[in-house]
Every structure is written in structure tokens, then in C-alpha cells.
């Protein structure tokens, strides 16, 4: 049993800055790709920030130079850092990643149930 929670999410201005967190709970050995995603209504959930499990990471044009993925193995967590917040980034924040519950196992990739991010003056 597998559970990612995300947190972080509200209301901000814009310009201002949230710092989202996934946390994978239950049988869990490590975390290794992760990704956020996000969607609004009307349109195709759309990648925002990928993690890949040797560290390396790539953004939608959109967010690039402002957010920020980030991996701790040691917490389960993946962090998507968001600065300069624009109100074309409210949507609501998914969280995937990629979970290995045993060593003998493969991962298997794992949904959050979203977090909202409204930027809004």
C-alpha cells in the first residue's frame, strides 16, 4: 500500500512563492522518478517538472527559471519549489512518482490526489 500526499498549496499573490511537498507513506523502499503535474479545468493535465532517478530534472517552458523539482530519498518527498508565481499557474498540483516497494520489485508509479495553488491579487 502506497500513498503520496501533497501539501503546500493555497493562495498567494502574485510574485510570491510556495513550496509544494509530496510525501509517499506505506510499504516503501525508495522513490526513484517523480514528476508534477498540473491541470485546469478544460485542459489536458500538463507536465510541469520531471525528476529522473539519476537526479536529473526538466521543466515545461513555461515554469522554467522559477520552479524548481527536488528529490529527498531519505524523507520520501518530492518538493516543487515555485517562485515568481503568475496567475496563469493556478491549477490544481498532482504529484507521480515512480515507487519501488521491495528490492526485487520494479517501481510503480503511484498519483497524489492534488493540491490547489491559486495566484490571485
Known amino acids: 500500500q502506497v500513498t503520496l500526499v501533497e501539501s503546500g498549496g493555497g493562495l498567494v499573490q502574485p510574485g510570491g512563492s510556495l513550496r509544494l511537498s509530496c510525501v509517499a507513506s506505506g510499504s516503501i523502499f525508495s522513490i526513484h522518478a517523480a514528476g508534477w503535474y498540473r491541470q485546469t479545468p478544460g485542459k489536458r493535465r500538463e507536465l510541469v517538472a520531471g525528476?529522473?532517478?539519476?537526479?536529473?530534472?526538466n521543466y515545461a517552458d513555461s515554469v522554467k527559471g522559477r520552479f524548481t523539482i527536488s528529490r529527498d530519498n531519505a524523507k520520501n518527498t518530492v518538493y516543487l519549489q515555485m517562485n515568481s508565481l503568475k496567475p496563469e499557474d493556478t491549477a490544481v498540483y498532482y504529484c507521480?512518482?515512480?515507487?519501488?516497494?521491495?528490492?526485487?520489485?520494479?517501481?510503480?508509479?503511484?498519483w497524489g490526489q492534488g493540491t490547489q495553488v491559486t495566484v490571485s491579487s
Open positions: 507521480n512518482a515512480a515507487v519501488v516497494v521491495t528490492t526485487t520489485s520494479p517501481s510503480r508509479w503511484y
Open positions: 525528476i529522473s532517478s539519476g537526479g536529473s530534472t
